[in-house]
């Protein structure tokens, strides 16, 4: 230090008065360097800010079971939400201002480098009607109904209006919004069709109040995938466990096979069930 911190006229030496205020800093330092290690160490309980981005086609309300789930595990993580298009999502990840984005993907992709990717669950897309709804589940009928969409930029969108192009047809917009929960509303209420995920159809409890339309060749599913720049220390457990509750979402959904609407309050995949154990029983 340049400087005497002893003063050793007197046995044991003590700390002088410049000695006491540079002990003071110097536990200070330490506390601080274990600090810095924990913030950056993958065996430290989780704790700190997480800040979350979640692409608009995922920013619905079921996502408050796996983020409860987290706070609940880890109480010293804080959590900050932002729901936004997910190139902007990027942009925010790029320039360190969210350390994770949870976002949808055409089967296949991934986000552009140096973004890393974890594809964490699937789910497919449905073309829905009001339960009172006339249209066909042709092209043709197809490209005269109102359509509520998201905006231009969507890849969903893009998928739906290439098949319809590639059938001579183009959708006829007739709202174009990102919240998918009104979205859900216009088609309930017979103002168009819609293109929603099939887990948000059925975790609203809309089988019975929206028709699914299959035109021929039309089998369109989405990836859900956890986007980061790198590693988050301390954080890397929140996040797996944020990961996880993400996943059981859609594994309980069991989304990948088309929805069907109910009869009599009894889902379709649950009567084919019945009716396989009737079989058994009788043989």
């Not at 994770?100 to 991934?110: C, R």
Request: proline residues 7%; positive net charge; glycine residues 8%.
């Amino acid at each position: 230090m340049g400087a005497e911190l002893l003063d050793r006229s007197v046995k044991p030496p003590r700390l002088n008065s410049l000695g006491s205020r540079v002990l003071e800093q110097a536990r200070d330092l330490l506390q601080r360097t274990e600090a810095l290690k924990s913030l950056a160490s993958r065996d430290a309980e989780p704790h700190g800010l997480l800040r979350i981005g979640l692409a608009h086609p995922l920013a619905e309300g079921t996502l408050v079971e796996p983020i409860r789930a987290l706070t609940e595990k880890y109480p010293k993580v804080r959590l900050l939400l932002l729901s936004e298009r997910t190139p902007e999502l990027f942009n925010r990840l790029l320039a360190g201002e969210l350390d994770l984005a949870v976002v949808p993907f055409p089967e296949g992709k991934t986000a552009p480098p140096p973004l890393l990717t974890n594809i964490i669950a699937t789910d497919r897309v449905e073309i829905a009607q009001c339960a009172a709804g006339k249209v066909s589940g042709d092209w043709k009928s197809l490209g005269k109904a109102p359509w509520v969409l998201n905006p231009p930029g969507c890849f969903l969108r893009a998928n739906l209006t290439d098949r319809m192009g590639r059938a001579g047809v183009t959708p006829m917009v007739a709202a174009e919004i990102h919240n998918m929960h009104l979205q859900l509303a216009f088609v309930q209420a017979g103002y168009g069709l819609g293109l929603l995920p099939a887990r948000f159809i059925a975790s609203n409890n809309s089988l019975d109040s929206v028709k699914v339309l299959r035109p021929p060749s039309f089998d369109l599913h989405m990836s859900v995938a956890v986007v980061r720049v790198g590693q988050l220390g301390a954080l890397e457990r929140a996040v797996e466990l944020l990961e996880h509750g993400i996943r059981h979402l859609f594994e309980a959904g069991n989304t990948t096979k088309p929805v069907a609407r109910s009869r009599r309050g009894v889902p379709a995949n649950r009567r084919k069930s019945q009716r396989r154990s009737l079989s058994h029983e009788h043989d």
